[in-house]
């Protein structure tokens, strides 16, 4: 029988669990949750980190404990979020003193900077792991489900960077001095809070870049049930990206690798001034790089990808 | 160089990590930590669960999605709290349908029995665990460092059975008709809600037993500065437990097992009336099994427990 994605398994067995409850006005399936209380909406995210899967078994312990708040802060920023609280499930296969010193290191200094108070959690043993919680609140939430055929599509940064970030550390070519950018943009992505904030009832629909930008981007179009349409003119990877890995491979990590933690976004035509004047307040570069219309798949130009065209990461095979 | 426990992991690393917010009343180091918005508190814990750890690898999934949550609304229950929203990061080796379907029909059950929502969470690659992470609201939390000098102590249920019922599942003696009720107490611990809230304002501090009820008892005295002891003649395990595993056993598992989610947890001797009426409310059974004093140190009678004859579970070594 063929493997189900995890996309599938949570859209079949991991949906709608537990009471309904009038107060949760977006559950599973965006980049956090959404609950309304009397005095606003809060926001909540929750993503799981384990080693050999999320990232190399050499990643330096201040590299992971950054990683496993900044993921969730990305989720934040998708959502246009104020991040506020976060919790912490920390799973050891044995007591390294130091490499929980490096890790709490690293995981306070992101917290510190977007003003996160760590409030609690929970240390086990097992296979090393960690799970992250964050909560923030939010006023006018950014969803996947808003685009509009017409919509530009819009990404922030350099996607693409990360996962050749990622392949040049596992090829050992971590020290060599014309990695360093990339490899940096896979050990510390940089969560986009401050753009997501400012696109703020100007983005109709927004993602992080976690699974690659065709896949993510995939996943505002199916919950807008739309098609999004890439222009292969806009596919501009960056030029360290490029001189570093060649043309061709720079192209299809810019369309299919993940881990970025940038954003996807977006906004009507009209609205492309707000998108600039937004991005430039948040000082975070942002450009358009394709459309959404009816219809659906991911396209680039008038080629319909494929899901394995997308080459969006997915912990399970798919069928 | 001697391993050191979770706790002192906890105390040395992982405390008071990220900013210092205004709004964190409780942070790491009780049930769950406190935040104070506008409207009131809200509460949130974050327990993690591996298999092999904290759960036998042949234990039926829907009991591993019950506990999931259990555990979680347990440390609710400790704080007094309502549990309102619940986010699951679930990590598997591989797409077993037949079990992730079980597994969501344990946490659904008992997500509907206590009006929790489901609201978001992760599922990835990896060695079989789960973490939970739990969000609710309380007006007057029971925190663990609140015990006067001459309170009573207090236990909820037949604690060490749970413990005796995880004994007996490995012993693969877990069909014999005379374990079910203790294999029954393992595998589906009911959180004792009910009895938190009621105890709001009547109790001096609690804490679920988690670790085991003299471990466990010994946080709220470590925490109020205090001596707990326990009344030798109030150390009564159920008829059950002592007729499954003998006397000796029995009162080592009653004093040591950790697992049951039973309410431990202190109030003046005036209010003895008081909590006796909480516990009718709540349809629980109470009983005081000992005293808060000035000191430190866990107690039976007059003789002073090392924390290795406390015997609470510890996931990694002590010194």
Redesign the interface.
């Known amino acids: 029988m063929a493997?189900?994605s995890?996309f599938e398994?949570?859209a079949?067995?991991?949906t709608g669990?537990?009471?309904?409850?009038a107060?949760?006005e977006l559950?599973?399936g965006d980049d956090?949750?959404i609950?309304r209380?009397?005095?606003g909406r809060c926001v909540?995210?929750?993503?799981?980190?384990?080693e050999?899967?999320?990232f190399p078994a050499d990643l330096p312990a201040a590299a992971v404990g950054y990683r496993a708040l900044a993921v969730n802060l990305s989720d934040m920023a998708a959502m246009g979020a104020s991040p506020?609280?976060?919790?912490?499930?920390?799973?050891?296969p044995?007591?390294d003193?130091d490499w929980?010193?490096a890790?709490?290191k690293g995981?306070?200094g992101i917290?510190?900077a977007?003003?996160?108070?760590?409030?609690?959690?929970?240390?086990?043993?097992?296979?090393l792991?960690v799970?992250l919680?964050i909560?923030g609140s939010v006023d006018s939430p950014l969803r996947r489900d808003g685009a509009q055929a017409g919509d530009q599509l819009w990404v922030s940064g350099r996607p693409g960077e990360a996962a050749a970030g990622l392949a040049l550390w596992q090829a050992n070519q971590r020290h060599q001095p014309a990695s360093q950018g990339l490899v940096q943009a896979f050990c510390y992505p940089r969560p986009k809070i401050a753009l997501g904030q400012s696109l703020a009832g100007i983005a109709t629909a927004a993602i992080d870049v976690s699974d690659g930008l065709a896949a993510d981007a995939g996943h505002i179009a199916e919950q807008s049930h739309l098609a999004v349409v890439f222009e292969r003119a806009a596919c501009r990877a960056s030029a360290r990206l490029i001189a570093q890995v060649g043309l061709n491979q720079a192209q299809a990590y810019w369309l299919g690798g993940g881990d970025d933690y940038e954003l996807c976004f977006s906004a009507s035509a009209a609205a492309r001034p707000a998108v600039e004047a937004a991005a430039r307040q948040a000082r975070t570069a942002v450009r358009p790089i394709g459309w959404l219309r009816e219809g659906q798949g991911v396209w680039l130009d008038d080629q319909r990808l494929a899901p394995g065209q997308q080459a969006g990461y997915q912990?399970?095979g798919q069928a």
């Open positions: 493997e189900c995890e398994l949570i079949r067995y991991l669990l537990g009471a309904a409850r107060d949760v559950g599973v956090a949750a609950v209380g009397d005095h909540f995210a929750l993503d799981t980190l384990i050999g899967v999320h506020l609280w976060a919790l912490m499930g920390l799973t050891l044995w007591v003193e929980v010193a890790f709490a995981i306070d917290a510190r977007h003003g996160v108070a760590i409030i609690g959690g929970d240390v086990t043993r097992g296979p792991g799970s919680q909560t912990h399970f």
